[in-house]
């Protein structure tokens, strides 16, 4: 299973990028799928998550980001008013069951760097 994350950049504070995620290989099927994010010096911090019917988000974020599920196996965020301290790498997440009788194991795509400027 492999997870490839896109979108991120350079942004102004106050601007918008929209990251996305497209999982591919062996899946029978996705639980739900994160976003999480680790700025420099700093533990990695769950961002946005949704999964059947529910979708969750930081307190930092909330009002600012949007998680969707564009298909079975994709997963995009919004991310509008950005602010510096929204800096830092961020990581897709998603919990996968390759076959109809396998455990769900977490898999992380490599991560995309967004860097807000003031």
């Known amino acids: 299973v492999q997870l490839v994350e896109s979108g991120g950049g350079l942004v102004q504070a106050g601007g918008s990028l929209r990251l996305s995620c497209a999982a591919s290989?062996?899946?029978?099927?996705?639980?739900?799928m994160s976003w999480y994010r680790q700025a420099p010096g700093k533990q990695r911090e769950l961002v946005a998550a949704?999964?059947?019917?529910?979708t969750d988000y930081a307190d930092s974020v909330k009002g600012r980001f949007t998680i969707s599920r564009d298909n079975a196996k994709n997963t995009a965020l919004q991310m509008n008013s950005l602010k510096p301290e929204d800096t830092g790498v961020y990581y897709c997440?998603?919990?996968?069951?390759?076959?109809?009788?396998?455990?769900?194991?977490?898999?992380w795509g490599q991560g995309t760097q967004v860097t807000v400027s003031s």
């Open positions: 997440n998603a919990l996968v069951k390759t076959t109809p009788w396998s455990t769900i194991r977490d898999y």
């Open positions: 290989g062996s899946i029978f099927g996705i639980n739900a």
């Open positions: 949704t999964g059947v019917g529910s």
